[in-house]
């Protein structure tokens, strides 16, 4: 059974940083694409960065150069590095696959202050 458990959210003021962890089970994250999402309140919720299989990464524009995706395989986790952290990156982070159905975690709360 698949499950992805998200942490390492919270509070931070803008310009700090935080490590968002995706501890996965059931599958192998080496196999498939991993990728982190993030919903602002009232706001669709918007891909932010994208790992492939062989280790491509995606970033959407707005946090290209202060945020990194990556994958530890022997510990079957992702993670979402963010660096320089902005008042507009506070929303729920969530890490998400696929496997013949969408996989969702709970979540993750980011708040940045001013």
């Known amino acids: 059974q698949v499950h992805l458990v998200e942490s390492g959210g919270g509070l931070v003021q803008a310009g700090g940083s935080l490590r968002l962890s995706c501890a996965a089970s059931?599958?192998?994250?080496?196999?498939?694409?991993m990728r982190w999402y993030r919903q602002a309140s009232g706001k669709q919720r918007e891909l932010v960065a994208t790992i492939s299989s062989g280790g491509i990464t995606n970033y959407a524009d707005s946090v290209k150069g202060r945020f990194t995706i990556s994958r530890d395989n022997a510990q079957n986790t992702v993670y979402l590095q963010m660096n320089s952290l902005k008042p507009e990156d506070t929303a729920r982070y969530y890490c998400y696959t696929n496997q013949y159905v969408d996989y969702w975690g709970q979540g993750t709360q980011v708040t940045v202050s001013s």
């Open positions: 059931g599958f192998s994250i080496s196999l498939k694409v």
